[in-house]
């Protein structure tokens, strides 16, 4: 039996500092390089979110792409685009914000709101690019 599932891409910027606030700047440095400047650094993120489930036979649909967007817009994009992961993006306070757990904090957020929305739906998978050539995907465990 197939499994199909629904994919929709977003965009966003958002800077961050990785650093451990125990630790002094050269030793954050050390264990962090650049990703450690002060000042923090920027990325321009791609998101791809995928939504699995019975397509509805009345639509014809997982779920309606539309409404999968405006979730995702409430959930993740509002909170994180253009704004500092560290310090302007609540649901990230007292995380570090590598992609990785990035990744793992959207998933988990996506995969609470959706089913509230659309019951006969989930979150199978997202991915997270940070860059060209970094990306973190998070999938949904199967039993």
């Known amino acids: 039996m197939a499994c199909l599932t629904l994919s ?3 965009e966003f910027s958002a800077s961050h500092r990785l650093c451990k606030p125990e630790l002094s700047d050269a030793e954050n ?3 962090f390089g650049k990703c450690a400047n002060k000042n923090g650094h920027g990325h321009n993120y ?9 397509v509805n036979p009345s639509t014809g649909m997982i779920v309606d792409a539309s409404e999968l967007k405006a979730l995702v817009e409430e959930v993740v994009i ?11 993006t609540p649901w990230m306070e007292g995380r570090m914000p590598t ?3 990035l990744a793992q904090t959207i ?3 996506l995969s609470d709101a959706l089913p509230r929305r659309v019951p006969s739906a989930y979150i ?4 997270l690019q940070e860059t060209r050539r970094i990306s973190v995907t998070v999938t ?4």
């Open 8 to 10: 929709v891409l977003f």
């Open 29 to 31: 440095e050390k264990l």
């Open 46 to 54: 791609t998101l791809e979110v995928r939504a699995g489930g019975a």
């Open 78 to 88: 509002r909170d994180v685009d253009h704004r500092d992961l560290n310090r302007d």
């Open 99 to 101: 992609t990785e757990v």
């Open 107 to 109: 998933f988990d957020r």
């Open 124 to 127: 199978d998978s997202i991915t």
């Open 140 to 143: 949904r465990s199967r039993p």
